[in-house]
């Protein structure tokens, strides 16, 4: 997807009448202009969702995949290491059997290893316009209040500082005998989110959560949310 395919995405979606894109959509949009995201695809029922699996390999998550569903966990909408055909048919037929409103499909995602992780964001302030945040990601993200933020547009030198002013910026150097991360990803992904902000007028706000730092130092944004903003 190209920028350009990702402002007809939020344009279709706003015609729609959404208020916000799907998770895969969300990713969609991220992965065009450079942040890694998850290998996965939509499927539409268990067979298909088979089918996918077997093209990711094993072992997978499945999600269910729709704009309304903004907290998929709490609605025990996702279904992590699932190993084998059996168990990723079964969970799609659960998934789409017991979701609350209609689905784009159910998402067939890789997991994606590490127990590391971050939070990437972007938010429009009245005054200072679009603000992208880093911070610590998963379920610590809103316990311990470990951010930084930047104004955009800001470079890569700004993206670096913005690692040093987390509390907990040792978890980005070697860990437990896991690698450095990727600093250089995790900065070029924090401009472009910067970037979204000002190219793109439709997004209001977005959660990237959890990135994850793989035990080699790989940087792969695992979920994403993005909120449209009103006309």
């Known amino acids: 997807m190209t920028n350009t395919a990702a402002g007809d995405l939020l344009r279709s979606a706003r015609d729609r009448g959404r208020n916000a894109l799907s998770e ?30 077997e093209e990711l390999g094993y072992p997978v998550a499945l999600k269910a995949c729709s704009a309304e569903l ?43 290893p590490g127990n590391r992780e971050l939070v ?7 005054q200072f316009g679009p603000c992208v945040m880093l911070g610590l990601g998963g379920v610590l993200t809103e316990i311990l209040e470990d951010t930084a933020f930047r104004v955009a547009p800001f470079d890569a030198a700004e993206a670096v500082e913005m690692t ?13 005998g896991q690698s450095a991360a990727d600093l250089d990803t995790l900065c070029r992904s924090l401009v472009a989110v910067g970037r979204i902000g000002l190219e793109l007028d439709a997004v209001a706000e977005l959660d990237v959560n959890p990135v994850i730092i793989t035990p080699q130092g790989g940087i792969v944004a695992a979920d994403a949310l993005v909120v449209l903003g009103k006309e």
């Open 24 to 53: 895969h959509e969300s990713k969609q949009l991220l992965a065009a202009y450079g942040v890694p995201v998850t290998r996965e695809g939509l499927a539409r029922d268990a067979a298909e969702a088979v089918t996918v699996a």
């Open 70 to 112: 903004m907290h998929k966990s709490e609605q025990e909408a996702v279904l992590l290491h699932l190993s084998d055909p059996e168990a990723v048919r079964r969970g799609a037929a659960r998934v789409l059997a017991s979701a609350p409103s209609p689905l784009d499909g159910v998402l067939v995602q890789e997991m994606v």
């Open 120 to 126: 990437l964001g972007l938010t429009r302030d009245p």
């Open 164 to 176: 040093r002013e987390l509390r907990a910026s040792a978890l980005l150097g070697p860990f437990r």
